[in-house]
């Protein structure tokens, strides 16, 4: 900062971390069974959260998670998948899969307000942190393709796998 703005004066500089990450800390997350019952999955069974990216980064996302679905189903039938949507997702491209993730035992979180980010819709930024470090405390990985998830599963000390899939 010093280096970049040599006028600023060094009393003024303060460091701070992200307010997005500091939320993570704050509070005591949801109990497993809470976490469970809100997503309606077995609180005695171990789960992997898929995160996914925006629609518009990642189009394939919900192509790969099934090709994963399915993947889990023959080598591991009793880990639970949570399949936690992108906040800008609005759904339209899982329609076509939605009902084979949901027989191979795969459930959504979905995490987009009713109204669009981009239009102005909100969720109450507490709340929202509160569910999401939940989820992510309670899962015995953290998947995802595109998501800063993979920071948030740090940060909470999960382990998280990145993939590069193309499941064109």
């Known amino acids: 900062m010093r280096e970049m703005y040599p006028d600023v004066l060094p009393g003024s500089i303060v460091v701070v971390g992200s307010p997005h990450f500091d939320l993570h800390r704050a509070a005591a997350p949801l109990r497993r069974e809470q976490i469970a019952d809100q997503l309606g999955i077995d609180p005695t069974r171990s789960y992997v959260l898929v995160g996914t990216g925006t629609p518009s980064w990642s189009p394939d996302d919900h192509l790969a998670v099934l090709e994963f679905a399915r993947l889990v189903r023959d080598e591991l039938p009793d880990l639970q998948i949570v399949i936690r949507t992108h906040p800008?997702?609005?759904?339209?491209?899982?329609?076509?899969?939605?009902?084979?993730?949901?027989?191979?035992?795969?459930?959504?979180?979905?995490?987009?307000?009713?109204?669009?980010?981009?239009?102005?819709?909100?969720q109450d930024p507490i709340r929202f942190f509160e569910i999401q470090t939940a989820t992510i405390a309670n899962a015995a990985v953290v998947l995802n393709f595109a998501s800063t998830l993979t920071v948030d599963a740090a940060i909470l000390d999960r382990p998280v796998v990145c993939v590069g899939w193309d499941a064109r």
């Open 88 to 122: 800008k997702d609005d759904m339209s491209r899982w329609r076509a899969s939605s009902g084979e993730l949901e027989k191979l035992g795969a459930v959504f979180q979905v995490t987009a307000p009713s109204k669009h980010m981009d239009q102005g819709g909100f």
